[in-house]
């Protein structure tokens, strides 16, 4: 094999382009599988040194001959990405219409990212036959210090360089002079990650007949086949995945399996180390960088039979892939929602069709998308309509505060639910999705609001600090004393996690009492300890944001008290009821997971409002079925795609100036089955103090939309007034904002 006559490599920049370069200098010194694709190169890139990986080979370049420049050197000696991985960047910086340099960048571990070796190098000393005929004594008259390091290798044979450190320091030095003699060699040995032992399995409980249908109808087909496991919380959706998965492990194959948040790892990769009897390679962004580079290369290299990790795993290169799961499938945290924007599960359904093998959703509350994927038939819909074992399931009660008075947000009925809940030895979780100790500071005088100064939004109350901060920014300032307009008095308006943990302190001063939000575990390892009070039964009475209402298991909790489930009911974005429910039912699926019968109660100002009734008679399927009927009619996804190209300025005029360009470019390659709405300001115009303007684009045909999306985003990173503005394609947006 000849050297290929030009590298067209990705380069981590936001530009669409791949760069062509050509292979480095020094010819035959550089093995021909060095320069393969999936292998990365240092290049020369404007004035800089950049890391980048070679995507393809190519006979001849736009850039004419003479204004190639050569890659300065070959980092891997055999590909790190395999074609497979590949693949996949290719498709998602197709798919997500994104520079593909920086999908390159998502998809590598920091380490490898900065040009660092793939396995940590372990250099040694070696002698040679030369070497080894040496007369050291006399060799120490003229060269002591040769003579020195000579002695020990005629001893040892090989030794590292640390070691050598260590017992002949200095050796480095007189390392040249023995070379040039051949009298030693350096060999570098690769040190690969090994992974723990394996251990004895624990058994785990016999299945019931709906887990055992489910188990056989994902076997039943052992290629590609998307599975959605639809089960309310403690069905045992786990226990089929554990079943599911010692297959694939006898088969000698890998599981991947993804989760939303860092938070569900712990206890799940516990569970699947005893259970499997396999330490499962774990990647998520709390780790440090070496650890996460270990558990991908055992990914990569097949050692990790089971691979555990958040939204960027699904890019892991896997050596034997055998079955993707993709854990709490609705969860909006496996959508990207800044820079890279790509859905970690859709993503796996693309992998998982393009390797042939089974993919599974897990969840208790489906996504309409996925829902209405089982309707057409595309994907088969597993039901475990009960919990396993002994557990009832909860019963949700709502509290009308339209008659019962409350006190700090929390109304009669709740406390007295809680009280006796306490008597009864029972656990209880407060839930409230707003963290801070109140949501406002309001005027008493002319009713005026503390806002920050940067962004259309008003400033949460943190009292513990005397602070008021912006939760969309950042930014934080002293609580102001009165207000400037009026001279009146401030005081907090609403209600925030913080001011509840105080409210029921004063309640119920001789129980323990933990606040777990993203305020109280910022610091790390205060969060797993949190956790660990709770599932123990030290806290008696847990307040918690989101972050309490997912895949945690508490043993005790038989109580959730839901604070605030109102603005939910109003919300503006299309998706409203749909993560209202699932958020209540998620919450709510925490309580009574072992012997006692779990209670929710779910406090509202508008008892009456249609959402209640359709919970309240048919659970979340009753809302979501209800819900895909009205995205039905009005033609929103499913049953339409959604792209939203976002643009921010110093000048709101810049901002949507540049999305009428992109209206002007749009129109000529519209055959009109593309709708476009737009441009308008974002629902927070300002953020930051940049101003945001967006422009959405509706299509039932989706090649349509990716064809007018593709040509699209050359020509805009190609327009002048693109350099004014930050944008971005966000192609099935979750969030409208
Ligand atoms: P999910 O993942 O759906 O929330 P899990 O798999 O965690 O549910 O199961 C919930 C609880 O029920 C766990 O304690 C589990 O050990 C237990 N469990 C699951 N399946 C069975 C079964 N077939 N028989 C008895 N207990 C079971
Ligand atoms: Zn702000």
């Given at each position: 094999m000849t050297q290929p006559a030009i590298l067209r490599v990705a380069v981590n920049a936001p530009l669409s382009r791949l760069f062509d370069y050509l292979p480095p200098a020094g010819g035959d010194r550089i093995a021909t599988e060095a320069l393969l694709p999936g292998c990365r190169i240092t290049v020369p890139f404007g004035r800089q040194k950049q890391t980048a990986v070679i995507i393809a080979h190519a006979d001849r370049s736009d850039v004419p001959r003479d204004r190639l420049r050569p890659a300065l050197a070959a980092i891997d000696e055999a590909p790190v990405l395999g074609e497979q991985d590949l693949w996949l960047i290719r498709f998602a910086s197709n798919y997500y219409q994104h520079p593909i340099g920086e999908v390159v960048a998502a998809a590598l571990p920091a380490p490898l990212r900065q040009g660092k070796a793939l396995h940590p190098v372990i250099q040694n000393i070696r002698i040679t036959e030369d070497g080894s005929a040496v007369n050291v004594e006399q060799l120490r008259k003229r060269a002591p210090k040769q003579a020195s390091l000579l002695a020990v290798l005629q001893d040892v044979t090989s030794i590292r360089f640390e070691k050598l450190d260590e017992l002949r320091p200095g050796w480095r030095t007189v390392r040249k002079n023995l070379l040039d003699k051949c009298w030693i060699e350096v060999e570098e040995v690769s040190e690969a990650p090994s992974m723990a032992e394996a251990a004895d399995a624990q058994a785990g409980p016999t299945l019931n007949t709906d887990q055992l249908a489910a188990v056989e109808a994902i076997r039943s087909s052992p290629g590609f086949q998307v599975s959605l496991?639809?089960?309310?919380?403690?069905?045992?959706k786990t226990e089929v995945y554990l079943t599911l998965m010692k297959d694939v492990i006898a088969a000698r194959k890998q599981v991947l399996i993804l989760v939303?948040?860092?938070?569900?790892t712990p206890q799940l990769v516990s569970r699947l180390a005893s259970r499997l009897g396999e330490e499962p390679a774990v990647l998520h962004s709390a780790l440090t960088d070496t650890v996460r580079l270990a558990a991908w290369s055992a990914a990569r290299s097949g050692t990790a039979k089971v691979i555990l990790g958040t939204r960027s795993a699904v890019f892991v290169p896997l050596k034997n892939p055998g079955l993707i799961i993709v854990d709490e499938e609705h969860d909006n945290s496996l959508k990207q929602q800044e820079g890279f924007r790509y859905s970690a599960r859709d993503l796996a359904i693309a992998r998982g069709k393009h390797l042939d093998v089974p993919v599974i959703l897990g969840t208790a509350t489906p996504s309409l998308e996925t829902l209405q994927r089982c309707k057409d038939g595309a994907y088969q819909h597993l039901r475990l309509p009960t919990r396993a074992g002994a557990a009832a399931p909860p019963l949700l009660r709502l509290v009308d505060l339209t008659i019962h008075p409350s006190a700090d947000g929390i109304s009669d009925p709740a406390i007295t639910a809680i009280s006796k809940n306490l008597q009864e030895g029972g656990q209880t979780l407060v839930f409230l999705n707003r963290r801070g100790f109140a949501p406002t500071l309001i005027c008493g005088g002319c009713g005026r609001m503390a806002e920050c100064d940067r962004c259309d939004a008003r400033m949460t109350v943190h009292a513990s600090s005397n602070e008021l901060r912006c939760h969309h920014c950042g930014a934080s300032r002293r609580i102001d004393d009165d207000c400037i307009e009026c001279g009146g008095n401030f005081r907090p308006l609403g209600h925030g996690t913080e001011r509840l943990e105080q409210a029921l302190k004063g309640r119920f001063p001789d129980h323990s009492i933990a606040r777990i939000d993203s305020d109280t575990v910022r610091l790390k390892g205060t969060m797993n300890r949190a956790l660990s009070m709770a599932t123990t039964g030290e806290t008696r009475i847990l307040i918690g944001t989101q972050?309490?209402?997912?895949g945690h298991h508490f043993p005790d909790l038989t109580l959730v008290v839901v604070i605030n489930a109102d603005q939910g009911l109003f919300s503006t974005d299309f998706r409203g009821s749909e993560k209202l429910a699932q958020s209540l039912v998620q919450v709510a699926g925490r309580a009574g997971r072992v012997k006692r019968q779990g209670q929710v109660l779910i406090q509202t100002g508008y008892p009456t409002h249609p959402f209640w009734g359709e919970l309240f008679s048919g659970g979340y399927e009753k809302v979501a079925l209800s819900a895909l009927e009205e995205r039905s009619n009005t033609a929103w996804p499913p049953f339409s795609r959604l792209a939203l190209i976002r643009a921010s300025a110093h000048k709101l005029e810049d901002a949507k100036a540049f999305l009428e360009t992109a209206l002007q470019l749009i129109a000529p390659a519209n055959a009109g089955n593309i709708r476009v709405l737009g441009p308008v300001s974002a629902p927070m115009e300002r953020r930051a103090g940049r101003y945001r303007a967006q422009l959405l684009l509706q299509s039932v045909n989706r090649q349509a939309l990716q064809r007018l999306l593709q040509t699209l985003r050359v020509q805009l990173e190609n327009d002048r007034g693109s350099r004014k503005v930050r944008w971005s394609i966000d192609v099935d947006p979750v969030e409208l904002f």
């Open positions: 496991l639809d089960g309310v919380t403690g069905s045992g939303p948040e860092i938070g569900l972050m309490l209402s997912k």
